[in-house]
């Protein structure tokens, strides 16, 4: 069952976004950006802490937010030494 935000510290959830973003706030946007989301019904697994919860919390019109036992997927070492070239 997905919940708005999740309660219990510690753990894994995993974000939906499950409204478009057209018409939202610019800051809105940033924040859905920064949680990894980029189009409607994407999804992410974050480790649940109290920086996640807060963008949760600003966001919480637009995504839904529930449990899960998977791990969260980071970028590789060799995604992130291009990014940083570029």
């Known amino acids: 069952m997905a919940t708005k935000t999740a309660k219990s510290a510690g753990g894994n959830i995993k974000i939906t976004l499950t409204a478009g973003l057209a018409h939202k706030m610019e800051t809105h946007r940033k924040v859905v950006r920064a949680l990894g989301l980029?189009?409607?019904?994407s999804s992410k697994v974050h480790v649940n802490s109290p920086i996640i919860q807060g963008?949760?919390?600003k966001v919480s019109h637009l995504v839904t937010v529930e449990p899960?036992?998977?791990a969260p997927q980071g970028r590789s070492r060799a995604q992130a030494a291009k990014t940083k070239t570029k």
């Open 68 to 70: 899960t036992t998977d």
């Open 55 to 57: 963008m949760v919390r």
């Open 38 to 41: 980029g189009k409607y019904g």
